[in-house]
């Protein structure tokens, strides 16, 4: 592996993606190498010019589809994921390493890396309890046992990931893909760790007024009305 830490996102929020990169950099520090790899619709700002660390593939399809290219990008020994629109907090990536070399964690083991989400990146930070399927009404379900976690952001061996087989695009919503991968990765074996502290820190803004949009916007593409309906326009 060219790398000891793969970060890999599904992203099309390109202004925030140098505040991303700068806090994976704190995040790290200087003692891993690691990689950035974004998949989405929209090309990254002039300040990824230079960056040798750096992977953009872009691509128009679900986040599900996005992560799992990034996946086959990947190149690190190691693989992280999280969203765009938040950062990491200082030397907190490091610590999951650290955790994965030190603790002498197993091929099929995962780290649970904490996140706060909130208004203007706040947000307390949950128990562990919160993190058990158990804890939440809709997951409570014929199959899934009361000891098993979601997680949502983790770090886990990228060989093991793609033993897995990634992400079930066959579930494109992205929360989901995540249960479900977590919930295979328990029944084949994996013990689940967390994070000493907040690793990342996402944005949850309420939605107060309704966004409209014209039902027939599609139409006004070219592009997409002759993909339905050839030249007939």
């Known amino acids: 592996m060219n790398y000891k830490l793969s970060i890999c996102l ?47 593939f872009k691509d128009y399809g679900s986040p599900s589809r996005a992560f799992q290219i990034s996946l086959m990008l990947a190149e690190g ?41 909130g208004r203007n990146h706040s947000g307390k930070q949950e128990p562990n309890e919160f993190w058990k399927a158990h804890s939440h009404p809709s997951l409570r379900l014929p199959g899934i046992p009361s000891d098993f976690y979601i997680i949502l952001n983790g770090m886990m061996k990228l060989e093991y990931l793609r033993d897995l087989g990634g992400i079930d695009c066959v579930y ?42 014209d039902m027939f916007n599609w139409t006004k593409s070219d592009k997409i009305w002759r993909r339905r309906f050839g030249d007939m326009k």
């Not at 140098?18 to 700002?45: A, C, F, K, Q, T």
């Not at 990491?88 to 955790?99: F, G, P, R, V």
């Not at 328990?186 to 013990?191: E, K, P, V």
């Open 10 to 56: 599904p992203a099309h929020r390109a202004y925030l993606w140098e505040r991303l990169y700068r806090s994976i950099r704190s995040s790290v520090g200087e003692d891993y190498s690691w990689e950035l790899i974004l998949v989405g619709p929209n090309d990254p700002p002039p300040f990824f010019e230079d960056k040798t660390n750096f992977k953009y």
């Open 77 to 117: 020994e190691l693989v992280t994921w999280a969203s765009d629109d938040g950062f990491y907090t200082e030397n907190s990536l490091k610590l999951c390493i650290k955790m994965h070399d030190e603790q002498n964690l197993g091929f099929k083991d995962i780290v649970i890396a904490r996140h706060v989400e």
């Open 172 to 213: 494109e919503n992205y929360n989901m893909n995540l249960h479900d991968l977590a919930f295979r990765a328990q029944r084949d074996g994996s013990n689940i760790s967390f994070s000493p502290t907040t690793v990342t820190k996402l944005m949850s803004e309420p939605q107060e007024e309704r966004i409209k949009i």
